[in-house]
């Protein structure tokens, strides 16, 4: 109906508003809506119906919900509805958003026809009014629907780039800038995966266009708002920032989507060209050139364009934005290299840094993950194709141009990031942290000027060399190896082209040099964009702060000032120590100019304001460092920063720091006191005495204690000056410091009042310089008078308080308990304190009252030393023995003082050596001495004996007491007389008493003058007693006595006289002289003979002349040979004491080498022997070697002149070995002298060879840390340590005699082969020429001399005494001696046979194997592993002698095998052992079956080498091979036959590879059972446990223990895994049961440590199974604990374990008890009597069955099989043979039983049989390998002469043998 009303033919004014209802009704019905929407325009336009019409055009709009055909078609309609009426067009535009949210599609649909309705020839004029209403309506969503609509317009066949870019800009003019262009640019960037899209022609086209329409949509962001803005900003005005900052914000974030887009996105799209991969990537960031954004259409505008460009290109950069462009550099996959990756990042950077500004985050990242990204970038990659040698690892390198450009790209953003990034540089990148150092100090040196110590700086220049010396040899190693792989060609220093474009990557290691341009790159950024500044300005972390305190008072920082110049005002900003630093470095500063003040008077005008500028710079910065602490806002924290920056250095050990800290801390605190001084000096009257002493110290005293915050700082202040005082060395500054700490000190608790005590008596105790100084008489002042008053201050309030303490208090603490003493007065009061302390008092009380008021100083004087009552006694803390309160040198302090009872209380109970004492010290008062005098007669009076005992020198005491009485002091008249009354008796009598009236002359000159008589001695005198009377053993050292020169007078003259005599040639003489020298020589061999001499020393004056006589004497009489050599005697003893290191040179020395070495030059010599006796003499006495010089030339010289040289060779080797041992420079010319002469002279003595003499000396060599030792011939001199004249007497022995043994054989064969005495390892050492000599012996020495030697070391009357190791390697060096292979192919053939070179017999044999055990028996103390390391060392020797003949090798087995029956466990018994395990490991095949010692031996090491290790494990890796193929089942059959041959034949080598069976049965529990069978690991594990039962009892032992265990836990994994089908296990759970049986008979305790285990398992296996019967009679017979109490039982309790195994052999029996004969004999008739085939095949079969199960049964037949084997019926013999073959392979030992039969088969004239034991030939070759040979040849015989071809059979026997299957 609806549809024929309006298909009717009708004016336009005919329809009614009723149908307009009508159809506003229906306009649910699609089809309505369609019919309706085309002649909706005209109804619209039509005035009468214009109600009705917009009330039907709103519910078309509303009813348009089902976006199907039809309402796509109705909203095509409606889009192009032109309405012109305001109105209309306002009601429009409602309709507009009612379809929009009719349905969520129609968004899009509209703006697509919008869009395309525009792009048409028919365009509304409305259509920008829609797009305006519809991003109005969905800011977030239309945008995007937007964007994909110019998706598809770009996707267009034709360019429509032009187009869509006037078309956005009129979109964007005409919505006022209102659109989300973020969102905008977001959809245009996303993937869209349409048909039209996958199969787009021009995809590279559409990601170029895509990429101007980004970038022309940011440029579209700039609103006039925004250009205004920017424009202001250029001009430096600050003007609606935030628009210009939302603008770059938003232009940040669409460039860093765009980077997703093109890392992300477009490689999934298109794989674009590289060049426009990077045009795009750049074009985003507008890093492009500029026409390019403007050549399509020439927008922006030329007014506008740089002006656009420079808005959108200076913007933040966002963390994502860096990081995705770094990620594209690292990627292979995109165009983006890393060489223009770096250089983006590196501009985006430093662009965005330059942006910076206080309300914008330009460089913000979180993300510490960049600094790696950035240095990867800079990673050198050598060229794939290039293969580099294996093992060669390549160092780490960068590419050099870019590690140095990334280093500043990470400081700019290390600047803008200090918390994290910059922090992670400063902790973790030294190069970095250098850098920054650099901006923040604004000095650009290497190494940093923040390096203050000389050796650091030095150290690191060093190192740097070092690293790029390293650098350098590893790049050009590194560039060698890529050469050597492509172009071949050498690469040195000067061809290499990596060296200058390559550096090391080490970023975490030292801070590397950068280079020049760098440096000046890092300088232009900090100037730029104050890199520096931001970095000192981050507070958390403190950058500057750290390098302040690193570098403190270390040197000047001038940059500091810099930064603080430059802070312009926001010195809040640094932190308080930075602004305490640079007002210290002004200060020093000030301090260096004040004194060229002068010079600067013509400086220029700059240089003033400059000066006035800092200045006023400083007075700001002290104004605000005074406003922290006396200030309104001082507070706690700062007031403390402050102070406590200048007073720690106060104890700096620098005298500049502690004076600028003293500078700096009067300026913070004395400013503020100059504002009103008049008001604040009548406070300070009472301390005015202090304040006029020490002036300039008013900051101290005066200043600091008026802060507001004084009590916060009051503690530390204290600690610092109590610290500083020990350092101080200006005493006007510690006076200051004491004056302080006695008025402001905070005592309130003990321990503070305790430390402050110690600290000041320390300063008095220890710095004694310091307090003589303050307290000199000469400068005594009211300055010392007002220290002395607070230290007596601070030790009386100290005293009463320690005395007021309860006496169980702690006031220390333990560690300190023994410097502490605890103190009880007679009053009754205690108190315990510091030693020191005490002291200390003491030492004031000793300086006198002070002048000001003595109050104090009476106070403590009365505690210490109480009139008329006893001193307090001490007591140690620690051990609670009473401690000496007053020392000697205390008490010296106090007799010293003025103070009158200290001297009364020092002088109390005073012992007499301490009053001797007191009273020869100097500066004593004249009182003090006269109460010591008086206290000395008391002591005269009541000890005189012991008074007298202690007095060393009488007549000096008695001088010092006249001398004292001269001074004014009385008493001593009784200790005086004590002194003279004794002196008389004790002088000489010839010696007239000194006059007491001339004190005053020198003592030694009065006794010299008064000597006018001097004694004669004569015939009867005690020489002896007269020369100790001249040289006393202990002279008093403080005075001489009198004695000694008169009596050397005396002894002088009389040798003078005798001397005389002689010269005059008077024959009878007294004889003085002799007398004397043997005096001498019995006094010097006394043991006081040391002592002597160091008398005559030090009194050189008078031993001098007396030796110089002795020698006169010794001149004049030549002939009496006695004297001379007493005299020589006496001469080499005194030298040897001078000799001494601790014996200073001096006259007397020099004197006595002066004569020996006359002595020795002067006598002559009258043949060769005497001159060598000489020279053995002087050696003997260790004389100078000058002296033993001139013997040795007089003894060549003699040799040379040809005297005939008939000496004994000891005491040519004595002379010899003692000039080696000082070491002669003429030793090698004496040995020359003497071997040409003994050469050249035909000597009567052929033992004065000098072949003798040397081998003799080579043979004493003795090692260097033993000590000496009896050479190895029995008549030889002790050991010596030759050092490098071995290398003499070696070249001299092979000049002499070059076969080395043919002189004299006996000798030499020592030298070469003697064994050295002694125990432990040096007796083992060899001598350390030998080597050399062996193989000069080796090669030098004829055949028959060699042979010689050979038969010498392994005769039968071999000594014991050769080193063995010498003479093996001596055999060795004879097989292998180039001379036996001259003249041989120098190319050895592969397969060549070694010969047989060293002959032995058999004897001979037997003895170098004794020599092999010899060697590892002296290496057995090292451990067995370094003798059996020893033993396979030589074992090739061995095998050598043995080439070819095994019945050597089987005489070597006998012979070890009964030395280990005899020695049994000894060491020799295992060296046996050992060697016999190696000869079987390297020949198994010679020794079958394995010899039983070793079956009983430790098993064999897994470092020895066994020949068959290859072929075993080959062969048990095809054992565990379980490919699904019937050639793999062979193969694992046939290595099973082979393994349990091996078990049998050899198990000790199957043994040893045990560990690898266990290894190979992991992993294959983990299958369904299903699977495990048909992949054959269930029969895997059947054949280990059949070869593990062969092994048996071996398997047992504790050795094996691990890998067993380890097997046993694999197949209780098996049974547990799979134990739902244990009825296909029931054969592998007997076997285990049964092993498990064995295993507990053989090793009970360690079987049930194993079962107890595994308890939990099997208990669970067995009640999941109850059919297990076996399973259940093991667990019933283990009488196992209780799994929750006994789980974990250990291997320890051994006797539990055996106790609960007791049961278990009756159970085995019960359970396995073996087939008897009795059980078999039915079977065995039947096979006796069966006649016909069918009986015998019924047995056979019947036996068949039955060994499938129990193959142990078949060893009851094998007599009939070996019968039947030979059968004539095929099945009988056929069933034979498997049955006998299935019994050889259960019990491989019996195969040798079968080997008659097999061989009559091969021999049998029946083809058949013949051939049915070919068939079986492979299988039992393998069983039978012992046999394999014989059995071989038979078959190859049967081919021979027989009619068949068995080649197929041998070949496979063959195979089988060496397992080729394999290969």
């Given amino acids: 109906m609806l549809r024929d009303q309006l298909n009717r033919r009708q004016p336009i004014d005919n329809v009614s508003r009723n149908l307009l209802r009508l159809l506003t009704s229906t306009c649910g019905y699609k089809e309505v809506r369609l019919m309706t929407v085309q002649k909706l325009e005209m109804w619209l336009q039509n005035p009468k119906l214009t109600r009705p019409a917009q009330d039907l055009l709103m519910s078309v709009c509303m009813n348009c919900n089902t976006h199907g055909s039809e309402d796509m078609d109705v909203i095509s309609h409606l889009i192009k509805i032109r309405l012109k009426p305001k109105v209309l067009l306002n009601h429009y535009m409602l309709c507009v958003r009612e379809l929009l949210n009719a349905h969520k599609d129609n968004l899009g649909t509209t703006i697509k026809f919008v869009i395309f309705n525009e792009l048409s020839n028919a365009r509304n004029p409305n259509n920008m009014q829609i797009l305006y209403t519809v991003l109005q309506h969905s800011s977030e969503l239309a945008p995007k629907f937007l964007a994909m609509v110019f998706q598809d317009l770009l996707t267009n066949k034709d360019d429509y780039l032009r187009a869509s870019r006037a078309l956005l800009r009129e979109i964007i003019k005409q919505t006022k800038h209102e659109i989300n262009f973020q969102a905008?640019?977001?959809?245009?960037?996303?993937?869209?995966?349409?048909?039209?899209?996958?199969?787009?022609?021009?995809?590279?086209?559409?990601?170029?266009?895509?990429?101007?329409?980004?970038?022309?949509?940011?440029?579209?962001?700039?609103?006039?708002?925004?250009?205004?803005?920017?424009?202001?900003?250029?001009?430096?005005?600050?003007?609606?920032?935030?628009?210009?900052?939302?603008?770059?914000?938003?232009?940040?974030?669409?460039?860093?989507?765009?980077?997703?887009?093109?890392?992300?996105?477009?490689?999934?799209?298109?794989?674009?060209?590289?060049?426009?991969?990077?045009?795009?990537?750049?074009?985003?960031?507008?890093?492009?050139?500029?026409?390019?954004?403007?050549?399509?259409?020439?927008?922006?505008?030329?007014?506008?364009?740089?002006?656009?460009?420079?808005?959108?290109?200076?913007?933040?950069?966002?963390?994502?934005?860096?990081?995705?462009?770094l990620v594209i550099g690292l990627s292979r996959e995109l165009p983006l290299g890393p060489a223009d990756a770096m250089e983006l990042a590196d501009h985006l950077v430093k662009r965005a840094a330059a942006v910076q500004a206080d309300d914008v985050e330009v460089l913000k990242v979180e993300r510490i993950q960049l600094i790696d990204a950035v240095l990867n970038l800079c990673t050198y990659h050598h060229p794939e194709n290039i293969q580099l040698p294996p093992g060669y690892q390549p160092p780490n390198l960068a590419i050099s141009t870019l590690y140095w450009k990334a280093w500043p790209l990470l400081l700019v953003v290390a600047a803008f990031n200090p918390e994290n990034i910059g922090l992670a540089a400063w902790e973790e990148y030294p190069t970095l942290k250098m850098l920054m150092e650099m901006v923040m100090t604004n000095n650009y040196s290497y190494p940093p000027c923040t390096l203050t110590d000389e050796e650091t700086r030095t150290e690191m220049i060093n190192r740097e060399l070092q690293i790029s010396q390293r650098e350098k040899q590893e790049i050009l190693a590194f560039e060698g190896h890529l050469a050597a792989a492509s172009t071949k060609q050498t690469i040195t220093e000067s061809s290499s082209l990596l060296l200058s474009q390559l550096t090391s990557l080490d970023p975490q290691g030292p801070p590397r040099r950068p280079p020049p341009h760098v440096l000046d790159q890092v300088k232009g950024l900090n100037q730029s964009l104050r890199l520096g500044h931001l970095l000192c300005r981050s507070r958390s972390p403190d950058f500057l702060l750290n390098i302040i305190q690193r570098q403190a008072s270390s040197q000047s920082m001038p940059w500091l000032a810099d930064l603080v110049q430059s802070s312009e005002g926001s010195l809040d900003v640094l932190p308080v120590q930075c602004l305490c630093e640079f007002l210290l470095h002004d200060a020093a500063d000030d301090a260096a100019t004040a004194s060229g003040e002068e010079e600067d008077e013509g400086e220029s005008r700059e240089q003033k304001a400059k000066k006035r500028q800092r200045q006023q710079k400083q007075r700001q910065l002290l104004g605000r460092l005074q406003d922290l602490l006396l200030g309104p806002k001082a507070d706690e924290q700062t007031t403390c920063e402050v102070l406590d920056y200048f007073l720690r250095r106060l104890g700096s050990s620098q005298v500049a720091s502690r004076v600028l800290a003293m500078k700096g801390l009067s300026l913070v605190l004395s400013e503020g006191s100059l504002r009103d001084g008049e008001e604040r000096e009548h406070p300070m009257e009472e301390d005015s005495g202090d304040a006029d002493l020490l002036q300039g110290y008013q900051w101290l005293l005066r200043d600091l204690p008026r802060l507001p915050l004084f009590d916060s700082v009051r503690s530390t202040t204290a600690l610092a000056l109590q610290q500083a005082i020990h350092m101080e060395t200006d005493p006007q500054t510690i006076s200051a410091y004491l004056v302080y700490l006695s008025q402001h000190t905070p005592v309130e608790e003990q321990g503070q009042h305790s430390d402050l005590a110690l600290d000041v008596a320390r300063l008095v105790v220890e710095r004694s310089t310091i307090m003589s100084h303050l307290f000199s008489k000469l400068s005594s002042s009211a300055a010392s008078d007002a220290v002395l008053s607070a230290l007596l201050s601070i030790f009386s309030r100290y005293v009463r308080r320690m005395r007021q303490s309860k006496e169980g208090e702690e006031v220390y603490s333990w560690s300190e308990s023994q410097d502490q003493v605890f103190l009880?007065?007679?009053?009754?009061?205690?108190?315990?304190?510091?030693?020191?302390?005490?002291?200390?008092?003491?030492?004031?009380?000793?300086?006198?009252?002070?002048?000001?008021?003595?109050?104090?100083?009476?106070?403590?004087?009365?505690?210490?030393?109480?009139?008329k009552k006893p001193l307090p006694t001490a007591f140690l803390v620690d051990t609670s023995e009473e401690a000496l309160l007053l020392p000697d040198w205390l008490k010296l302090r106090m007799i010293r003082s003025e103070v009158p009872r200290l001297v009364d209380a020092a002088l109390q109970d005073l012992e007499p050596q301490q009053l001797l004492l007191f009273v020869q010290s100097f500066g004593i008062p004249v009182s003090s001495m006269s109460k010591l005098l008086q206290y000395l007669d008391q002591a005269v009076a009541h000890d005189p004996q012991t008074l007298e005992q202690n007095i060393m020198d009488k007549n000096y005491m008695a001088h010092l007491v006249e001398v004292q009485h001269e001074r004014g002091a009385s008493g001593g008249q009784t200790f005086h007389s004590l002194l003279t009354a004794s002196l008389p008796p004790r002088r000489d009598s010839a010696e007239a008493p000194k006059p007491k009236s001339s004190p005053e002359q020198p003592p030694g000159q009065g006794r010299a003058r008064s000597g006018t008589q001097i004694r004669v001695l004569g015939p009867e005198d005690d020489l002896a007693g007269l020369f100790l009377q001249i040289f006393p053993l202990s002279p008093d050292p403080r005075w001489q006595s009198s004695g000694p020169r008169p009596a050397a007078l005396a002894l002088q003259q009389a040798l003078g006289r005798e001397l005389a005599r002689v010269l005059q040639g008077d024959p009878e003489v007294p004889g003085i002289t002799v007398r004397f020298l043997q005096a001498m020589a019995t006094l010097l061999s006394s043991p006081h003979g040391g002592a002597l001499v160091l008398s005559m020393h030090r009194s050189h004056f008078l031993a001098c002349p007396l030796m110089r006589q002795l020698y006169q004497y010794q001149r004049c009489v030549p002939q009496d040979t006695g004297f001379s050599s007493l005299f020589l005697k006496v001469l080499m003893q005194m030298l040897?004491?001078?000799?001494?290191?601790?014996?200073?040179?001096?006259?007397?020395?020099?004197?006595?080498?002066?004569?020996?070495?006359?002595?020795?030059?002067?006598?002559?010599?009258?043949?060769?022997?005497?001159?060598?006796?000489?020279?053995?003499?002087?050696?003997?006495?260790?004389?100078?070697?000058?002296?033993?010089?001139?013997?040795?030339?007089?003894?060549?010289?003699?040799?040379?002149?040809?005297?005939?040289?008939?000496?004994?060779?000891?005491?040519?080797?004595?002379?010899?070995?003692?000039?080696?041992?000082?070491?002669?420079?003429?030793?090698?010319?004496?040995?020359?002298?003497?071997?040409?002469?003994?050469?050249?002279?035909?000597?009567?003595?052929?033992?004065?060879?000098?072949?003798?003499?040397?081998?003799?000396?080579?043979?004493?060599?003795?090692?260097?840390?033993?000590?000496?030792?009896?050479?190895?011939?029995?008549?030889?001199?002790?050991?010596?340590?030759?050092?490098?004249?071995?290398?003499?007497?070696?070249?001299?022995?092979?000049?002499?005699?070059?076969?080395?043994?043919?002189?004299?054989?006996?000798?030499?064969?020592?030298?070469?082969?003697?064994?050295?005495?002694?125990?432990?390892?040096?007796?083992?050492?060899?001598?350390?020429?030998?080597?050399?000599?062996?193989?000069?012996?080796?090669?030098?020495?004829?055949?028959?001399?060699?042979?010689?030697?050979?038969?010498?070391?392994?005769?039968?009357?071999?000594?014991?005494?050769?080193?063995?190791?010498?003479?093996?390697?001596?055999?060795?060096?004879?097989?292998?001696?180039?001379?036996?292979?001259?003249?041989?192919?120098q190319r050895t053939p592969q397969k060549r046979r070694e010969e047989l070179v060293l002959r032995v017999q058999a004897p001979e044999l037997i003895s170098l194997v004794e020599l092999i055990l010899a060697e590892a028996e002296t290496r057995s103390q090292d451990g067995d592993a370094a003798a059996c390391s020893l033993i396979q060392a030589r074992l090739p020797l061995l095998l050598s002698c043995c080439r070819g003949d095994d019945e050597g090798v089987k005489r070597v087995s006998e012979h070890l095998t009964g030395c280990i029956q005899q020695r049994g466990d000894s060491v020799l018994g295992r060296r046996c052992q050992d060697l016999l395990l190696q000869l079987y490991l390297q020949q198994p095949e010679l020794r079958v079956p394995v010899p039983e010692v070793l079956l009983h031996s430790e098993a064999a090491t897994g470092s020895s080498i066994c020949k068959l290790d290859g072929l075993i494990h080959r062969v048990i890796t095809l054992l565990a091979d379980t490919s699904d193929s019937r050639s793999s089942e062979n193969r694992g059959a046939d290595a099973n036959m082979a393994c349990r041959k091996l078990a049998v034949a050899h198990p000790i080598l199957l043994l040893?590879?045990?560990?690898?069976?266990?290894?190979?049965?992991?992993?294959?529990?983990?299958?369904?059972?299903?699977?495990?069978?048909?992949?054959?690991?269930?029969?895997?594990?059947?054949?280990?446990?059949?070869?593990?039962?062969?092994?048996?009892?071996?398997?047992?032992?504790?050795?094996?223990?691990?890998?067993?265990?380890?097997?046993?836990?694999?197949?209780?994994?098996?049974?547990?895994?799979?134990?739902?089908?244990?009825?296909?296990?029931?054969?592998f759970i007997s076997k285990f049961v049964q092993f498990i049986h064995k295993y507990i008979t053989c090793n009970a305790p360690v079987a049930v440590s194993f079962l107890q285990k595994h308890a939990e398992p099997l208990h669970d296996l067995s009640f999941d199974n109850s059919d297990l019967a076996m399973l259940k009679s093991l667990l019933a017979g283990l009488s196992l604990p209780s799994r929750a109490s006994r789980a974990d039982r250990g291997l320890e309790e051994e006797g539990e374990d055996e106790s609960a195994a007791g049961s278990l052999p009756l159970l085995s029996v019960s359970l396995f008890t073996p087939l008897t004969t009795a059980e078999m004999a039915p079977y065995m008739k039947r096979l006796s009597r069966g006649q016909t085939v069918e009986d015998l095949l019924e047995v056979l079969s019947d036996i068949d069955e039955m060994s499938r199960r129990r193959p142990e049964i078949l060893n009851f037949f094998s007599t009939s099989l070996q019968r039947l084997m030979s059968s004539a019926e095929e099945s009988c013999r056929n069933l034979a043979f498997s049955l006998a073959l299935r019994s050889i392979q259960n019990s491989p030992s019996i195969a040798a039983d079968f080997l008659p039969t097999f061989m009559y088969c091969l021999g049998s004239r029946d083809f058949e049989v013949v051939q049915t034991a070919l068939r079986n030939l492979p299988e039992y070759t393998l069983l039978c390998q012992e046999h394999a040979a014989v059995l071989l040849h038979r078959a190859f015989l049967v081919g021979m002469y027989g009619q068949m071809d068995p080649s197929a059979q041998i070949s496979e026997a063959l195979r089988i043998l060496h397992m080729e299957a394999v290969m």
């Fill in 824 to 867: 009880r007065w007679s009053s009754g009061e205690t108190a315990t304190m510091h030693i020191l302390v005490v002291h200390a008092m003491v030492i004031l009380l000793t300086l006198g009252p002070p002048r000001a008021g003595d109050g104090e100083f009476q106070a403590l004087l009365d505690i210490w030393f109480p009139e």
């Fill in 1136 to 1385: 040897q004491w001078l000799d001494s290191p601790a014996v200073e040179d001096g006259p007397l020395k020099a004197q006595l080498k002066l004569f020996a070495t006359q002595y020795s030059a002067r006598r002559r010599i009258s043949d060769v022997r005497s001159g060598l006796l000489h020279l053995a003499e002087a050696l003997t006495f260790r004389q100078d070697l000058e002296v033993v010089s001139s013997a040795v030339r007089a003894v060549i010289a003699t040799l040379r002149s040809g005297e005939k040289c008939s000496v004994e060779p000891e005491l040519l080797s004595k002379v010899l070995r003692g000039l080696i041992e000082v070491r002669s420079p003429h030793l090698e010319e004496l040995l020359t002298a003497l071997c040409s002469a003994t050469t050249e002279a035909a000597s009567p003595f052929p033992a004065s060879k000098p072949i003798v003499v040397v081998s003799s000396l080579l043979l004493q060599e003795e090692e260097p840390p033993a000590p000496g030792k009896q050479g190895t011939d029995g008549g030889s001199l002790e050991a010596v340590q030759l050092g490098p004249s071995s290398g003499l007497l070696v070249d001299w022995l092979e000049m002499l005699d070059p076969e080395m043994v043919s002189s004299c054989p006996d000798l030499q064969q020592r030298l070469l082969f003697s064994r050295r005495k002694g125990k432990g390892p040096a007796s083992a050492q060899v001598l350390s020429f030998r080597p050399y000599l062996l193989a000069l012996f080796t090669h030098q020495s004829s055949w028959s001399t060699l042979h010689r030697c050979i038969r010498v070391l392994l005769g039968k009357s071999r000594e014991q005494r050769f080193d063995p190791s010498a003479s093996l390697d001596f055999l060795w060096a004879c097989i292998h001696v180039p001379r036996i292979w001259q003249g041989r192919d």
């Fill in 184 to 325: 905008f640019c977001l959809g245009l960037m996303q993937e869209r995966k349409e048909p039209q899209y996958l199969d787009m022609e021009f995809k590279e086209r559409f990601v170029v266009h895509i990429t101007d329409v980004l970038a022309v949509s940011m440029m579209l962001g700039i609103t006039a708002q925004v250009k205004e803005a920017g424009v202001a900003w250029d001009k430096g005005e600050k003007r609606n920032l935030e628009v210009l900052r939302s603008f770059q914000n938003q232009i940040a974030a669409i460039q860093r989507d765009a980077v997703w887009w093109l890392h992300t996105v477009v490689p999934s799209i298109s794989k674009l060209a590289p060049k426009d991969y990077v045009h795009c990537l750049h074009k985003v960031l507008f890093t492009e050139q500029p026409e390019t954004y403007y050549k399509w259409d020439n927008w922006p505008p030329e007014s506008d364009r740089n002006f656009f460009l420079r808005l959108c290109s200076e913007v933040p950069i966002l963390e994502d934005t860096l990081m995705r462009i």
């Fill in 1552 to 1627: 040893r590879h045990l560990p690898m069976v266990a290894a190979l049965l992991h992993g294959r529990t983990h299958l369904n059972f299903q699977e495990f069978r048909q992949q054959n690991h269930l029969t895997f594990f059947l054949h280990v446990l059949g070869l593990l039962e062969l092994l048996q009892p071996l398997v047992f032992r504790g050795e094996h223990q691990r890998a067993l265990w380890d097997c046993l836990r694999s197949f209780v994994r098996l049974l547990l895994n799979y134990r739902k089908s244990s009825r296909h296990l029931a054969a």
